[in-house]
């Protein structure tokens, strides 16, 4: 048995980034959600992540892609209950990420990774509207795109281990 792993658990290490990146990940949904909030009850409203014309979360928050990445409002009124802040997507998908995480099934591993790739895809796609489109630099949504990417590259390897322990568990 590995080191700092429990029969029919995950490694330590992966237990702790996890919750590391999943609770950084939801305090800066929840820190971008109370901005978009402040800035929309508020238009003179600055936020701390604001640090100048071209460094502003807030512009980015309050702006068409802050909301159903600037899609669903392609497709729906602008204030339908479909088209939510980005912020709220991110703490379910953190929350998700947290509570799937807890499990130790091949299943689990599956959706963790299709759901990670879906986010790392929204972050590119987030990441080229903000450096093209918008010129802007966000630091919480810079933040939460490298979260995103190292929550992939941990599921990746949580699916690689559960695949090798089942190789060894038909073998015995």
């Known amino acids: 048995m590995a080191q700092g792993r429990a029969p029919d658990s995950v490694p330590r290490w992966e237990r702790l980034v996890r919750v590391f990146l999943c609770a950084l990940g939801l305090i800066l949904s929840v820190y971008a959600l109370h901005v978009e909030h402040s800035r ?10 604001d640090l100048a014309e071209s460094v502003s979360c807030s512009k980015v928050f309050t702006s068409r892609w802050g909301r159903g990445f600037g899609l669903v409002q ?7 209950a479909l088209n939510q802040p980005n912020s709220l997507l991110g703490i379910i998908f953190y929350s998700l990420q947290f509570g799937l995480g807890q499990m130790v099934s091949g299943t689990a591993a599956q959706v963790l990774v299709m759901t990670s790739w879906v986010s790392v895809a929204g972050s590119i796609y987030l990441a080229s509207i903000l450096a093209f489109v918008l010129g802007d630099f966000c630091v919480v949504c810079v933040s939460t795109y490298i979260i995103n990417f190292a929550l992939l590259y941990a599921n990746l390897k949580r699916r690689a281990g559960l695949k090798v322990r089942l190789e060894k568990d038909k073998k015995r």
């Open 40 to 49: 929309e009850n508020d238009p003179k409203y600055r936020a701390m992540c």
């Open 74 to 80: 392609l497709v729906v009124a602008k204030d339908s």
